[in-house]
């Protein structure tokens, strides 16, 4: 199992900056994939940004240009740097570890931007 906890949301102006962070824990050696999903009350969990074990990284093309994924093993975290934030980007935002078949999530972290 993988533990997961994010931190780093907030309310920011549009065209602001946040990095959020996720802590990662328990059988981190067995995950294929880390990710950052985000979700609005009525819609489905949409993938913003994805990082493999090698480093491979895939962005939504809502977000590509603005957002970075990144990984640090020796803190056992992983990180999504969001730049130029738009309105459109308000959400609560969550970690996800992906091993086999199976997705492990934390509980989200809201993220607000202001017109």
């Known amino acids: 199992q993988v533990q997961l906890v994010e931190s780093g949301g907030g309310l920011v102006e549009a065209g602001g900056s946040l990095r959020l962070s996720c802590a990662t824990s328990g059988s981190t050696f067995s995950v294929n994939a880390f990710g950052w999903w985000r979700q609005t009350p009525g819609k489905q969990r949409d993938m913003v940004a994805l990082i493999s074990t090698g480093g491979r990284t895939t962005y939504s093309d809502s977000v590509k240009g603005r957002f970075t994924i990144s990984r640090d093993n020796a803190k056992n975290a992983v990180y999504l740097q969001m730049n130029a934030l738009k309105p459109e980007d308000t959400a609560v935002y969550y970690c996800?570890?992906?091993?086999?078949?199976?997705?492990?999530w934390g509980q989200g972290t809201q993220v607000t931007v202001s017109s």
């Open positions: 996800s570890a992906e091993i086999a078949v199976k997705a492990y």
